[in-house]
């Protein structure tokens, strides 16, 4: 199995890093390790007070615990999964400011994670009293790890500060983003990657901070900020559920692995290679004419699933479905980036008087709140993340290949149809294997009898030429039929016993045309 469900915490620490785990000191208060991590820290983000937390989420609940009340509005460029659940806990709104280019996958941008300025100005003016903070995520996991501009970050410091409004970065991928404005950014290519990090933090006022990504180690976060009185409120709240001030809720040998994770992560050579190694599998993927996020970010590729599988309408969460066919096909995971995760389905392809499955069009309504408009509806993503030092270029190379499969380029399904999960098949599995790339027409005209198949009923089907077969697997039985194309009735050719098949199956093959 090649695991690329998420780049945190996966990654392989160094030996440097192991031997410094050697030195941790337990003390609970007061830990020699806490030192050396607090003194890595400051020098790098700047901050004046630093507050380690047992991971990133860990810091995001304690800083909007102490910073957001009842109805307030949180900005960011694009809120991490966890940022908007812990902003909405406190009974916040989260809300996304990406710029019209960053929602269309194949466009080749630079900074595609940038704030939306206008956007954020609109805001910031008519809304001023209920901001107590803006974020910035770099890089931008919601579209695709894509980095934010140095000048980006410096427009939003600008108005953050016109408006007295603090600014926090969630800097879980600092350091990528640090390298593609030192290769991206005009007058960064002789500035070090510290120097730059250094440059972004001093546009904002704190971060939060997960170190299960750039900061290398394997569990582990910190928050960190200027204002003292606002610190002091996070140690309160640290105390009651992370521990003591000094470790947070990490040992000690955490806090000197990060130490040193840190230091390593800035280091260009390692940039390099991190960076270079996701765009590896990236090219390899376009190849293969996999449609995918572009330009590749920093930790992930992002394969546009809504575009791999047209067939697939959005509130069928296409992305999901493709992630259990690259599972089954070549033993990879990854992670669904799009409705399911956001638990917002797409505006669905259809009414429900149309005959398709729309089950809860209210959510789908309440939960439009999170984007601010409607050309910033998500994409359908499937993210392939990479373990930071952990995976060859052989195994990027299989992952290349298993979307290559004929299976993957014309059709994968798993769709949820209630009906039929609840039917007497949901323990089924069926593998079809019919038609040909040679009869594309022929494409069109299965799949859309095959979209609403039910959960369970895993539906592969393989290109060969003009010919197939259909096995399904059941509790008893185990059937194998075969079909044929003929060109001239454009229809599928069957025999007797395949009808037998076919009529468990109820109306999901309509084109079809019996031989017997
Ligand atoms: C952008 C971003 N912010 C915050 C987090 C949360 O960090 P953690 O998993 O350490 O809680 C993640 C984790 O994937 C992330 O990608």
Redesign the pocket.
């Given at each position: 199995m090649i695991d690329l469900l998420?780049d945190?915490?996966t990654g392989a620490m160094s030996s440097q890093q192991w031997a410094a785990v050697m030195l941790g000191d337990e003390s609970y208060a007061g830990s020699p390790s806490y030192r050396k991590f607090e003194q890595v820290v400051k020098e790098i983000f700047g901050y004046r007070h630093v507050i380690p937390t047992h991971?990133?989420?860990?810091a995001?609940r304690i800083l909007f615990r102490c910073s957001v009340s009842d109805g307030d509005i949180v900005p960011n460029n694009a809120h991490?999964a966890?940022?908007l659940a812990n902003i909405e806990a406190q009974g916040g709104k989260a809300i996304n400011f990406m710029t019209p280019e960053a929602m269309e996958t194949s466009k080749n941008v630079p900074f595609k994670g940038n704030m939306n300025i206008e956007k954020l100005e609109e805001k910031l003016s008519t809304c001023r009293a209920r901001i107590p903070l803006v974020m910035i995520?770099i890089t931008n996991?919601m579209v695709g790890g894509e980095p934010v501009s140095m000048e980006n970050i410096k427009a939003v410091s600008k108005l953050c500060r016109a408006h007295g409004i603090p600014l926090f970065f969630?800097a879980?991928?600092f350091a990528e983003n640090a390298w593609f404005i030192k290769i991206k950014e005009e007058g960064y290519a002789n500035r070090t990657p510290k120097e730059i990090a250094r440059e972004i933090f001093s546009y904002g006022d704190g971060c939060?901070m997960?170190a299960?990504?750039d900061g290398l180690a394997n569990i582990g976060?910190f928050l960190a900020m200027n204002d003292g009185e606002l610190a002091s409120k996070c140690r309160k709240e640290l105390l009651i559920t992370e521990g003591f001030t000094t470790y947070g809720g990490l040992a000690g040998r955490d806090l000197e692995a990060i130490a040193v994770g840190l230091n390593e992560v800035v280091e260009e050579e390692y940039l390099k290679y991190q960076v270079g190694f996701v765009k590896f599998l990236a090219d390899l993927l376009v190849q293969n004419q996999v449609p995918i996020v572009t330009p590749p970010g920093g930790h992930a590729v992002y394969i546009d699933a809504g575009a791999m599988l047209p067939h697939i309408p959005r509130e069928k969460f296409p992305a999901w479905a493709l992630g259990c066919a690259l599972y089954v096909e070549g033993g990879i995971r990854g992670a669904e980036v799009g409705g399911v995760m956001l638990g917002k389905p797409g505006k669905p392809t259809a009414t429900p008087s149309e005959g398709k499955n729309v089950e809860n069009e209210d959510d789908a309504v309440e939960n439009d709140d999170v984007f601010e408009s409607e050309e910033e509806e998500h994409e359908e993503l499937f993210r392939l993340a990479i373990p930071r030092r952990t995976y060859t270029e052989s195994h990027m190379r299989l992952v290349a290949v298993s979307t290559e499969k004929p299976a993957l380029k014309t059709f994968w399904f798993i769709t949820c149809h209630r009906k039929y999960c609840q039917s007497e098949y949901r323990k089924a599995v069926v593998y079809s294997t019919v038609l040909s790339a040679t009869v594309p027409s022929c494409a069109t005209r299965m799949s859309r009898p095959l979209i609403g198949w039910p959960l369970y009923f895993l539906c592969h089907v393989r290109v060969m030429q003009g010919r197939g077969a259909l096995v399904a697997y059941h509790e008893n039985f185990h059937l194998s039929l075969v079909f044929s194309w003929n060109t001239k009735s454009q229809r599928l050719v069957y025999t007797e016993k395949t009808q037998v098949i076919l009529d468990i199956f109820h109306d999901i093959y309509i084109p079809l045309e019996s031989v017997a």
């Amino acid at each position: 199995m090649i695991d690329l469900l998420t780049d945190s915490g996966t990654g392989a620490m160094s030996s440097q890093q192991w031997a410094a785990v050697m030195l941790g000191d337990e003390s609970y208060a007061g830990s020699p390790s806490y030192r050396k991590f607090e003194q890595v820290v400051k020098e790098i983000f700047g901050y004046r007070h630093v507050i380690p937390t047992h991971q990133g989420r860990a810091a995001e609940r304690i800083l909007f615990r102490c910073s957001v009340s009842d109805g307030d509005i949180v900005p960011n460029n694009a809120h991490f999964a966890t940022t908007l659940a812990n902003i909405e806990a406190q009974g916040g709104k989260a809300i996304n400011f990406m710029t019209p280019e960053a929602m269309e996958t194949s466009k080749n941008v630079p900074f595609k994670g940038n704030m939306n300025i206008e956007k954020l100005e609109e805001k910031l003016s008519t809304c001023r009293a209920r901001i107590p903070l803006v974020m910035i995520t770099i890089t931008n996991n919601m579209v695709g790890g894509e980095p934010v501009s140095m000048e980006n970050i410096k427009a939003v410091s600008k108005l953050c500060r016109a408006h007295g409004i603090p600014l926090f970065f969630d800097a879980c991928r600092f350091a990528e983003n640090a390298w593609f404005i030192k290769i991206k950014e005009e007058g960064y290519a002789n500035r070090t990657p510290k120097e730059i990090a250094r440059e972004i933090f001093s546009y904002g006022d704190g971060c939060t901070m997960s170190a299960k990504k750039d900061g290398l180690a394997n569990i582990g976060g910190f928050l960190a900020m200027n204002d003292g009185e606002l610190a002091s409120k996070c140690r309160k709240e640290l105390l009651i559920t992370e521990g003591f001030t000094t470790y947070g809720g990490l040992a000690g040998r955490d806090l000197e692995a990060i130490a040193v994770g840190l230091n390593e992560v800035v280091e260009e050579e390692y940039l390099k290679y991190q960076v270079g190694f996701v765009k590896f599998l990236a090219d390899l993927l376009v190849q293969n004419q996999v449609p995918i996020v572009t330009p590749p970010g920093g930790h992930a590729v992002y394969i546009d699933a809504g575009a791999m599988l047209p067939h697939i309408p959005r509130e069928k969460f296409p992305a999901w479905a493709l992630g259990c066919a690259l599972y089954v096909e070549g033993g990879i995971r990854g992670a669904e980036v799009g409705g399911v995760m956001l638990g917002k389905p797409g505006k669905p392809t259809a009414t429900p008087s149309e005959g398709k499955n729309v089950e809860n069009e209210d959510d789908a309504v309440e939960n439009d709140d999170v984007f601010e408009s409607e050309e910033e509806e998500h994409e359908e993503l499937f993210r392939l993340a990479i373990p930071r030092r952990t995976y060859t270029e052989s195994h990027m190379r299989l992952v290349a290949v298993s979307t290559e499969k004929p299976a993957l380029k014309t059709f994968w399904f798993i769709t949820c149809h209630r009906k039929y999960c609840q039917s007497e098949y949901r323990k089924a599995v069926v593998y079809s294997t019919v038609l040909s790339a040679t009869v594309p027409s022929c494409a069109t005209r299965m799949s859309r009898p095959l979209i609403g198949w039910p959960l369970y009923f895993l539906c592969h089907v393989r290109v060969m030429q003009g010919r197939g077969a259909l096995v399904a697997y059941h509790e008893n039985f185990h059937l194998s039929l075969v079909f044929s194309w003929n060109t001239k009735s454009q229809r599928l050719v069957y025999t007797e016993k395949t009808q037998v098949i076919l009529d468990i199956f109820h109306d999901i093959y309509i084109p079809l045309e019996s031989v017997a």
